[in-house]
């Protein structure tokens, strides 16, 4: 039986080695059934099959998840703004012109800004 006054600095060492690597190692495991579940390209029998290979071939499944969909985006959390591109920002200055120049009503502007906001 091993007593913890028995423990040398090497063991103290290694043992928090270990246990940074194994909550890390659950960090990613925990991430990567995040970004599963949020991954809207995915169906469910896909999203089924990503857990089934993860679960039982952990390293493999998680190395060949994160090659597949790592440069994915899942949908943005619930309360982030979602980016806009500058397609968008072209078209509502495109609005804005129309719009100061006469050429759109107030409610054409709020519709087609609303429009364009909206993708």
Known sequence: ?????EFGTGRVLWSIV??????????LVFRVFAHII???RLSGWGKAVWV???????FLGILLYLIVNG????RPAPGRPTPISSTTVDDL???RGLWTSGALSDDEYERAKSHSLDG
């Open 1 to 5: 039986m091993i007593v913890a006054a």
């Open 18 to 27: 270990v246990f940074a690597l194994l909550v890390l190692w659950f960090g």
């Open 38 to 40: 949020g991954n809207s």
């Open 52 to 58: 089934l290979g993860i679960v039982f071939m952990p």
């Open 71 to 74: 440069g994915t985006e899942s």
């Open 93 to 95: 200055e495109r609005l």
